[in-house]
């Protein structure tokens, strides 16, 4: 009799607090929902490998978009190596805000930015977290960063197909779509096979291929190598039936404005990379808003 009175407080104790956890899920899904609502166009930005300059396509990609006259949010979401911060030149900026309200760091008056980089007192130190955690931080974000009206949220995700994605489809039930960015060679075409096939498994649509690193334009003779290849990204986009955006060459000067963490859109607009970036954005400008 003792024992059935304790099995039976046990599966009481179990009900109650898994009815917590519905409710507390229910009330964060409906304020990020609210949070949301002021965002008009939602993109995750995937690749399939490191090494793609994934980030570096993200940040300009943002960029463009803002000197597009956009208002823009970038999110990055890389909790093992934010590196947002150092791109946009925000690095050591401290984060404010109120109960329940994260302040984003400005860049520009249409750029603002958001990263996990903002919280670590040292950028050295390494974040060892599981899966829960990073849903917990990416649940965060998605609720209590106060953007603002924005034309677009861009999220910078970490390669591969992980919990970080995972977590922005499952948090997110409007989100436009993935811009995957890959190199031409084959190497990282193989796994960005996978980030399409995590697209299509998750129903995230796909808004499109970007090849970065795509042929080198020698500032002097305007000559084009090919150091990676070119039209590997196109073909596997065209083999897989999904969008191709358009080829990113090349450019010592990304690098530099990168280290630097000034905006390469603005400070080489005339660059054939820039011209490209303002190229590949044209389909994300003309995309609808979600009723």
């Keep these: 009799m003792i024992e059935e009175n304790q099995m039976q407080e046990q599966d009481h104790e179990e009900i109650e607090q898994r009815r917590k956890?519905?409710?507390k899920a229910f009330?964060?899904?409906h304020a990020i929902a609210r949070r949301m609502a002021n965002v008009k166009h939602k993109l995750i930005v995937l690749s399939g490998k490191g090494g793609v300059g994934k980030s570096t396509v993200a940040v300009n990609l943002a960029a463009s978009l803002s000197h597009a006259g956009k208002k823009v949010g970038l999110m990055d979401i890389d909790v093992h190596g934010p590196s947002i911060p150092k791109l946009t030149g925000l690095e050591n900026q401290p984060l404010t805000g109120t109960e329940g309200a994260i302040n984003p760091i400005y860049k520009s008056n249409n750029l603002l930015v958001m990263s996990v980089g903002f919280m670590m007192q040292n950028p050295d130190d390494p974040v060892i977290w599981r899966g829960p955690l990073k849903f917990s931080l990416i649940r965060q974000f998605l609720r209590d960063?106060?953007?603002g009206p924005l034309d677009y949220l861009i999220i910078d995700s970490p390669p591969g197909t992980g919990?970080?994605?995972l977590s922005v489809v499952q948090l997110l039930s409007d989100i436009d779509g993935a811009i995957v960015v890959t190199t031409p060679q084959e190497l990282a075409i193989?796994?960005?096979?996978k980030s399409i096939s995590f697209c299509r498994k998750v129903n995230l649509p796909i808004l499109g291929v970007i090849e970065n690193m795509s042929g080198f334009v020698c500032p002097h003779c305007g000559k084009s190598t090919e150091i990676f290849k070119t039209g590997g990204g196109e073909k596997m986009a065209m083999e897989m039936g999904v969008p191709f955006l358009g080829r990113i060459?090349?450019?010592?000067?990304v690098v530099?404005?990168?280290d630097m963490g000034i905006s390469y859109i603005e400070h080489y607009a005339k660059s054939e990379a820039a011209l490209a970036f303002r190229k590949v954005i044209e389909p994300i400008m003309r995309l609808r808003e979600r009723k």
């Design 21 to 23: 956890q519905l409710g």
């Design 27 to 29: 009330t964060d899904r």
């Design 145 to 147: 960063v106060e953007w």
């Design 163 to 165: 919990d970080e994605p």
């Design 190 to 193: 193989d796994d960005v096979r």
């Design 249 to 253: 060459p090349i450019d010592p000067n």
């Design 256 to 258: 530099q404005a990168s």
